[in-house]
T-cell receptor
Framework: DGGITQSPKYLFRKEGQNVTLSCEQN?????MYWYRQDPGQGLRLIYY???????QKGDIAEGYSVSREKKESFPLTVTSAQKNPTAFYLC?????????????FGPGTRLTVL | DQQVKQNSPSLSVQEGRISILNCDYT??????FLWYKKYPAEGPTFLIS?????DKNEDGRFTVFLNKSAKHLSLHIVPSQPGDSAVYFC?????????????FGGGTRVLVKP
């Protein structure tokens, strides 16, 4: 059963702490992405990776970091430098990094900073 | 600077009737467009896409129309069903060296009344 998994579904963090969100895919996709959604808004791209051991900043990368050591995994770390970390975080993947490849999304992680 | 806009935040339609969702874009480099459907606290689900070489693409109850000169696309859902009640996002991408970066609109919430 192929797909994208994100864990945990809900995450709570104290202000000033770093937290890592997990994203795993078994679709054999080369490219992976992290988006953030705020209430009433569209998705905004945080980071993306077209291939293992390579990644690029998206539109709102400040306060976030990623790694891509394995094809199937693309964890996102929300650091204490991120000023407004409370949001719904979505991971996606696509077959390749071509701009006509459909991106498929995981179920999301809701992060709340207390 | 919102490059992709969905000017109607919400839409209410009777079951069995047509739902028409609109999306405008400003970046003339966009040449591939997608529509996603999203339920609360879940990841977006891909619905349908269209390349700029076409002006229409149809898949079952869903049809997307593209008017390049007006930089406008629309999604028609016929007939609308209660299960179609969700938030719909349009997204656009362009062929760039940066790869597959999607730019999303703010979403339109659709309510289908029985």
């Amino acid at each position: 059963d192929g797909g994208i998994t994100q864990s945990p579904k809900y995450l709570f963090r104290k202000e000033g702490q770093n937290v890592t969100l997990s994203c795993e895919q078994n679709l054999n996709h080369d490219a992976m992405y992290w988006y953030r959604q705020d209430p009433g808004q569209g998705l905004r791209l945080i980071y993306y990776s077209q291939i293992v051991n390579d990644f690029q900043k998206g539109d709102i990368a400040e306060g976030y970091s990623v790694s891509r050591e394995k094809k199937e995994s693309f964890p996102l770390t929300v650091t204490s430098a991120q000023k407004n970390p409370t949001a719904f975080y979505l991971c996606a993947s696509s077959m390749t990094g071509l701009h006509t490849d459909t991106q498929y999304f995981g179920p999301g992680t809701r992060l709340t900073v207390l | 600077d919102q490059q992709v806009k969905q000017n109607s935040p919400s839409l209410s339609v009777q079951e069995g009737r047509i739902s028409i969702l609109n999306c405008d874009y400003t970046n003339s480099m966009f040449d591939y467009f997608l529509w996603y459907k999203k339920y609360p606290a879940e990841g977006p689900t891909f619905l349908i896409s269209i390349s700029s070489i076409k002006d229409k693409n149809e898949d079952g109850r869903f049809t997307v129309f593209l008017n390049k000169s007006a930089k406008h696309l629309s999604l028609h859902i016929v007939p609308s069903q209660p299960g179609d009640s969700a938030v719909y996002f349009c997204a656009a991408s362009a062929l760039t060296a940066a790869g597959n970066k999607l730019t999303f609109g703010g979403g339109t919430r659709v309510l289908v009344k029985p």
